[in-house]
């Protein structure tokens, strides 16, 4: 199995544009999960799907950030606009019902 | 919601054993996790409690008591390698997965 894939790894953007996180969960599993780390925060909960349904976006900072999951194998998080505090690493993750998760490698985010 | 507690850093010494404690407050408990996180990489799946008890693999064990809302994850015979973040994780029932800070070990020679 490929394992849950992130794009991109690294993302360098400016205050104010628009940045689209991807990711591919592990085929079969039903629940996906993103999460944002910094050394200040550690490993915050933004929003979890299960069968492609959010069912906590309570983590969500504010309006600026969206995600959604059309379909079981594509999940994508938005920022817009991007602003400097934004910056971490971004993490996806997938679970088989309420087993361990697998995450992705991560998506660095820097916005200048 | 869920509040979980561990200590920030922890220092041992190599072929020694550390014990790595967590203390959760949460609703609808449906499992305790423990992930290990070397520096620049994602977290990995280490052992999962979900009954009291403890549970063994190699040289990690993980140690759970619902009652006290408290974990424990065991490594012996360390290694250099294990020198890390160690997360613990509280999963609900209704699949929610949140993460305690992380406990940084340093493992020296």
């Known amino acids: 199995d490929a394992g849950v894939i992130q794009s991109p790894r690294h993302e360098v953007t400016e205050m104010g544009q628009e940045v689209t996180l991807r990711c591919k969960p592990i085929?079969?599993?039903?629940?996906l999960f993103w999460y944002r780390q910094t050394m200040m925060r550690g490993l915050e909960l933004l929003i979890y799907?299960?069968?492609?349904?959010?069912?906590?976006d309570s983590g969500m900072p504010e309006d600026r950030f969206s995600a959604k999951m059309p379909n079981a194998s594509f999940s994508t998080l938005k920022i817009q606009p991007s602003e400097p505090r934004d910056s971490a690493v971004y993490f996806c993750?997938?679970?088989?019902?309420?087993?361990?998760?697998?995450f992705g490698e991560g998506s660095r985010l820097t916005v200048l | 919601g869920q509040n979980i507690d561990q200590p920030t850093e922890m220092t041992a010494t190599e072929g020694a054993i550390v014990q790595i404690n967590c203390t959760y407050q949460?609703?609808?408990?449906?499992?305790l996790f423990w992930y290990q996180q070397h520096a620049g990489e994602a977290p990995t799946f280490l052992s999962y409690?979900?009954?009291?008890g403890l549970e063994e693999k190699g040289r990690f064990s993980s140690f759970l008591s619902r009652s006290k809302g408290y974990s424990y994850l065991l490594l012996k015979e360390l290694q250099m390698k294990d020198s890390a973040s160690y997360l613990c994780?509280?999963?609900?029932?209704?699949?929610?997965?949140?993460f305690g800070d992380g406990t940084t070990l340093t493992v020296k020679p």
């Open positions: 085929s079969g599993h039903d629940y």
């Open positions: 949460t609703s609808g408990f449906n499992g």
């Open positions: 994780a509280v999963r609900s029932n209704a699949g929610k997965s949140t």
């Open positions: 993750a997938s679970s088989y019902t309420t087993g361990e998760l697998f």
């Open positions: 799907f299960n069968n492609n349904v959010p069912i906590d």
């Open positions: 409690n979900v009954l009291d």
